[in-house]
């Protein structure tokens, strides 16, 4: 009786051996080898950072005497090597100032070519750039290239060249009138229509210096 007794007890320590190894096992198979396709993917989160980016000011625009006030009137815009220079997108260029009106509904900022005021040759013609800041005269939106349509004028017999920005909140602005440097001494081609089916194309010279006229048109 004690013979089988013992040998029980050697089979019941030999069995909790065999299933010790056996747990073991299982739990050494369910490590996965390093490397292993079927391993933990470790995620490294960075966090979001957002660029800062600097607005392009202009502060000597806040010394300029002579700003114009744009009305409903037409202003007439003549930049000359005396007025303030600064750099732009485009290059270096003089600009004159623009006091733009603080109007709660949208308006609309007219811009037109004026090609037989210039300094000296009327096949010159000043085709402007714009951007508009803010009271800090730092930039809102940069505007190099103006799209320029023939368009009646109130009193006008013939088509004028003109640009339409808008403007659309009440906040304090300005606009500040320059000209694009990449194509400084170029030439442009500029249909005047008379109406009637009276087309005349003409080639202008882009100058630096010259006349714009600015007025606002809601």
């Known amino acids: 009786m004690k013979t089988l007794a013992t040998n029980l007890a050697m089979l019941s320590i030999a069995l909790g051996s065999a299933g010790l190894a056996l747990a073991n096992t299982q739990a050494e198979n369910t490590v996965p080898p390093p490397g292993s396709p079927e391993g933990p993917v470790i995620v490294v989160v960075q966090p979001a950072i957002n660029p800062v980016i600097e607005k392009k000011c202009w502060p000597q625009a806040s010394e300029d005497k002579k700003v114009t006030k744009a009305g409903f009137i037409q202003s007439m815009i003549k930049i000359t090597q005396a007025s303030p220079q600064g750099n732009f997108k485009t290059g270096d260029s003089a600009f004159e100032v623009v006091a733009l009106p603080s109007y709660k509904k949208e308006y609309r900022l007219e811009i037109s070519l004026v090609f037989d005021l210039n300094f000296r040759k009327q096949s010159e013609v000043l085709v402007p750039s714009l951007v508009i800041v803010d009271g800090n005269f730092c930039e809102i939106s940069d505007l190099p290239k103006l799209k320029f349509t023939p368009t009646y004028g109130a009193f006008a017999a013939v088509e004028v060249e003109k640009a339409?920005?808008?403007?659309?909140?009440?906040?304090?602005?300005?606009?500040l009138i320059y000209t694009d440097a990449r194509f400084a001494n170029s030439e442009v081609n500029v249909t005047s229509?008379?109406?009637?089916?009276?087309?005349?194309?003409?080639?202008?010279?882009?100058?630096?210096?010259?006349?714009?006229?600015?007025?606002?048109?809601?």
């Open 164 to 175: 339409f920005v808008k403007i659309a909140d009440e906040k304090p602005k300005y606009a």
């Open 193 to 218: 229509d008379f109406g009637y089916g009276m087309q005349n194309t003409a080639r202008y010279r882009r100058v630096s210096h010259g006349y714009v006229n600015v007025r606002i048109n809601k």
